[in-house]
């Protein structure tokens, strides 16, 4: 079936440098993907959104980038921060029994060394 | 102070009972949702309702029970059919069906 997935369960990165988070999605016709980020025992946190007429978008130290033609997401987070350690997924809006749902991956670990 | 919220933080279910969850939010918006997080797993939705006085059952509603009487307030009920109620669950809310959706802190649910 249809799914949303990450490459990677964990991604450690150095404090100041850059992060990238992927996410692999199989349904061409999904028009708009959104990144949360969720600290533990919090809930999901929005970062940042994309619809699919665009290939990026910016927001504050993080960026979206959005290739149609290999079905692929990711979340760019510029001079990591340890308070940017946390798990990150995306989810894809799809059509599903008529209509539209949100479904979700199951989350990429960022852990930032100090 | 806008948002959403979510209570208890924490919540035992002893065997046999019907716990009930609250989720109340400020922001206006028409839909609300309730998922389910278990470890290393994606967030499955459990129902959701898009106005009030209705709501449709998500990938995994059975042993839940939900009512949505007011615009504000989406309370799920765990009864004593769920048999794996132990996870993390969370409410959130959009202004419409399948927008950007915005989350509550959640409840753990434990089963004494």
């Known amino acids: 079936g249809e799914s949303v997935g990450l490459h990677l369960p964990t991604l450690s990165v150095q404090e100041g440098d850059n992060s990238i988070i992927n996410c692999a999605y199989s349904?061409?016709?999904?028009?708009?993907f959104i990144w949360y980020k969720q600290e533990s025992g919090k809930g999901p946190q929005f970062i940042i959104d994309i619809r699919s007429n665009m290939d990026k978008r910016q927001g504050q130290r993080v960026t979206v980038l959005l290739n149609k033609t290999v079905k692929h997401l990711s979340l760019q987070i510029a001079a990591t921060q340890p308070g940017d350690s946390a798990v990150y997924f995306c989810?894809?809006?799809?059509?599903?029994?008529?209509?539209?749902?949100?479904?979700f991956g199951t989350g990429t670990q960022l852990k930032v060394e100090l | 102070d806008g948002g959403i919220t979510q209570s208890p933080k924490y919540l035992f279910r002893k065997e046999g009972q019907n716990v009930t969850l609250s989720c109340e939010q400020n922001?206006?918006?028409?839909?609300m949702y309730w998922y389910r997080q278990d470890p290393g797993q994606g967030l499955r939705l459990i129902y959701y309702?898009?106005?009030?006085?209705?709501?449709q059952k998500g990938d995994i509603a059975e042993g839940y029970s939900v009512s949505r009487e007011k615009k504000e307030s989406f309370p799920l009920t765990v009864t004593s059919a769920q048999k794996n109620p132990t996870a993390f669950y969370l409410c959130?809310?959009?202004?419409?069906?399948?927008?950007?959706?915005?989350f509550g802190p959640g409840t753990r649910l434990l089963v004494l």
């Open positions: 959130a809310s959009s202004t419409g069906r399948w927008e950007t959706q915005y």
């Open positions: 349904n061409s016709a999904s028009d708009y």
């Open positions: 309702s898009q106005i009030v006085n209705d709501f």
């Open positions: 922001l206006n918006h028409d839909a």
């Open positions: 989810a894809e809006n799809m059509e599903s029994g008529g209509g539209n749902k949100l479904t």
